[in-house]
């Protein structure tokens, strides 16, 4: 098991944006190995609000939508997707 980082590339939309004060992206670190999900719980834990968007939200890495469980890779742009409401 390797103890190496990879850094990613978090590009924030709506709720997500509006929970960091509008930044809109975030570049972290995680551990080798991270899956996609890894980088909403992270985000939940900085802000518990977006706890609502937990079941809803979909994931792109790299423009593709993909799996929750997809591994993220160095250097990866990650988009987390809620639902967009038109009220």
């Not at 590339?9 to 999900?37: H, R």
């Not at 900085?46 to 993909?66: A, Q």
Request: hydrophobic share 40%; aromatic share 10%.
């Amino acid at each position: 098991m390797s103890n190496s980082l990879i850094t990613i590339n978090v590009k924030l939309f709506a709720a997500y944006q509006e929970a960091y004060g509008g930044i809109p992206e975030l570049n972290l670190a995680f551990p080798d190995g991270t899956p996609v999900k890894a980088v909403q719980e992270y985000l939940i834990s900085e802000h518990p609000e977006l706890s609502k968007w937990r079941d809803v939200t979909r994931f792109g890495v790299n423009l593709l939508f993909v799996e929750p469980d997809t591994i993220l890779r160095n250097g990866d742009e990650v988009v987390l997707i809620p639902p967009v409401s038109g009220g």
